[in-house]
């Protein structure tokens, strides 16, 4: 199962808008709007941020926002605050054999 | 608010069977909208999908696994289980179960994890 592409690090300064990319397959992002991002912080759960590229689930700041271009999707954090620093990872819907693919994660540093 | 429970032994003795259950606080389980994952995380490594499985029992698993993963439901106990089986310390990791919406393919609700070590 081949992981989708993320930025193993991407870091900005408190209000700087940041975008963290994940790089997948004709069999995944491109060809399916079922891209979902998670937060990650130290020893806790992952949380979902967004789902279907762009769509934000009910208490999550819009801050927070996504899209898609090609076999691409990204995340973007406008307004960086010192609690997003966490780790984010991509996941997404593929038609081969798993059904479902995850992303490398990437470590998101507010300097 | 939905919630998800891990439980299980802390450690497994290595070639052993690491057996976990996730437990559903409403009966959302018994829903064709969701399945349940199991997803793991080495102690400072990226989260690694293990799979997911309906409540009919239909099954994906991670293809580097599969060869040593089952998972079963159990409807009547709102649980579902994760049996691994010939463990070695590469598969010491914090343990999570979540629910997978299947109108979105996302994971909308995580359990907290568990921390599950190998050795002997």
């Known amino acids: 199962q081949s992981a989708l592409t993320q930025p193993a690090s991407v870091s900005g300064s408190p209000g700087q808008s940041i975008t963290i990319s994940c790089t997948g397959t004709i069999s995944d992002i491109g060809s399916y709007n079922f891209v979902s991002w998670y937060q990650q912080h130290p020893g806790k759960a992952p949380k979902l941020m967004i789902f279907n590229v762009n769509n934000r689930p009910s208490g999550v700041s819009d801050r927070f926002s996504g899209s898609k271009s090609g076999y691409t999707a990204s995340l973007s954090i406008s307004g960086l605050q010192a609690d997003d620093e966490a780790d984010y990872y991509c996941t997404s819907y593929t038609s081969t054999t798993t059904n479902y693919v995850l992303g490398t994660g990437t470590k998101v540093t507010v300097l | 608010q939905l919630q998800l429970q891990e439980s299980g032994p802390g450690l497994v003795k290595p070639s052993e069977t690491l057996s976990l259950t996730c437990t559903v606080s409403?009966?959302?389980?018994?829903?064709?909208?969701?399945?349940w994952a199991w997803i793991r995380q080495p102690p400072g490594k990226g989260l690694e999908w293990i799979g997911h499985?309906?409540?009919?029992?239909?099954?994906y698993y991670n293809p580097s696994l599969k060869s040593r993963v089952t998972m079963s439901v159990d409807t009547s106990r709102n649980q579902f289980s994760l049996q691994l089986t010939s463990v070695t310390a590469a598969d010491t990791a914090v343990y999570f179960c979540?629910?997978?919406?299947?109108?979105?393919?996302?994971?909308?609700?995580w359990g907290q994890g568990t921390l599950v070590t190998v050795s002997s």
């Open positions: 979540a629910r997978r919406d299947g109108s979105s393919v996302s994971l909308d609700y």
């Open positions: 409403d009966d959302s389980i018994r829903s064709n909208i969701y399945s």
């Open positions: 499985i309906y409540y009919t029992g239909s099954t």
